[in-house]
């Protein structure tokens, strides 16, 4: 168990919906990364929060977003959903963001698939 | 396996064989490379990791190889169990602010 939990595990929704992904990083851990792992493409970087600001972007699609709130969780928002967005979806969480290196701590992944 | 269904290169090892996964990285400027371990139905665990002022680095029954000059990574197992069984990703950091950039993966099937 990394310490990292998401929820929820599973979600299943229609073309055109907009889901919300929950993330909580390890306790002390201040940065929190969201990756997408689809069939063909591996892990991808999404986005990466460090303590409440955006601190760096990868292939995210405009349809998508992210926050992180004062405790520190986060949120991803898929918007507009496409059949190509079903994939699984990481958080990972450090205790630094950058310049330092630092493991990145794996959540189990949500699964969404888009009908 | 059920967490990630990848389309990935397989390495099938006899049980108490050694293993050697390979990655060929993207950047000669990357600094620090790590090792991810994806069991079905998990996300991705920290194995080991090297820095490039390295080009050996061992753990317990693990050991990465970098090499600079062809930009190539390897992770060797030693003694490979059915529990190796997994998917392996190398991952490259480049440093300053940037994030992990993760190779494709590799699918070890342990054969018992």
């Known amino acids: 168990d990394s310490g990292v939990t998401q929820t929820p595990k599973h979600l299943i929704t229609a073309t055109g919906q907009r889901v919300t992904l929950r993330c909580s990083p390890r306790?002390?851990?201040?940065?929190v990364y969201w990756y997408q792992q689809s069939l063909d493409q591996g892990l991808q970087f999404l986005i990466q929060?460090?303590?409440?600001?955006?601190?760096a972007k990868g292939n995210i699609l405009e349809r998508f977003s992210a926050q992180q709130f004062p405790d520190l969780h986060s949120e991803l928002n898929l918007s507009s959903l496409e059949l190509g967005d079903s994939a699984l979806y990481f958080c990972?969480?450090?205790?630094?963001?950058?310049?330092?290196?630092?493991?990145?701590?794996f959540g189990p992944g949500t699964r969404l698939t888009v009908t | 396996g059920e967490s990630v269904g990848l389309h990935l290169p397989t390495l099938s090892v006899q049980e108490g064989d050694n293993s050697i996964i390979n990655c060929a990285y993207s950047?000669?400027?990357?600094?620090?490379f790590i090792w991810y371990k994806q069991e079905s139905g998990k996300g991705p665990q920290f194995i080991i990791d090297i820095r490039s002022n390295m080009d050996k680095r061992q753990g317990q029954r693990v050991t990465v190889l970098l090499n600079k000059t062809v930009k190539h990574l390897s992770l060797q197992i030693a003694a490979t169990q059915p529990g190796d069984s997994a998917v392996y990703f190398c991952?490259?950091?480049?440093?300053?602010?940037?994030?992990?950039?993760f190779g494709k993966g590799t699918r070890l099937s342990v054969i018992a």
């Open positions: 929060y460090y303590n409440g600001e955006e601190r």
């Open positions: 991952a490259e950091f480049l440093g300053g602010g940037t994030p992990l950039v």
């Open positions: 950047n000669s400027a990357s600094d620090y």
């Open positions: 990972a969480s450090s205790v630094e963001a950058s310049g330092g290196i630092y493991e990145q701590y």
């Open positions: 306790s002390g851990d201040l940065s």
